[in-house]
């Protein structure tokens, strides 16, 4: 990884920079309202940028499923879950924090794996 692909500002948290596809879903009051697809622009400790063709009001919830570059065993893909509160959003680019996570990327084929 090069410097470049780290992004620093007066947050004080690193982010990184990374473009992976991902689904989103709008939530409230614990119900999904809206579903949709775009992806990150960069992830850190304390929230994911990301891209997905429309503005989200300041305060919504989103679950975020971000396609993970690594495979598990070689063979399976993974996802890493991300429950957040959109913090900004000017258009098609949104940041939410990161409330939640699943505890790390989650094997998609899962008949693979049981638990």
Known sequence: MTTDSIVSDRRGKSRFKIRRELRYKLLREGEVIEAGTGFTVDIGSGGVA?????????GEYVELSISWPVLLAESCPMQLSVLGKVLRSDGQRSVCSVDST??????VCRAMFRR
Do not use: L
Request: proline residues 13%; positive net charge.
């Open 50 to 58: 990301f891209r997905s063709g429309r503005a989200f009001r300041v």
């Open 102 to 107: 699943s505890s790390g990327p989650k094997p």
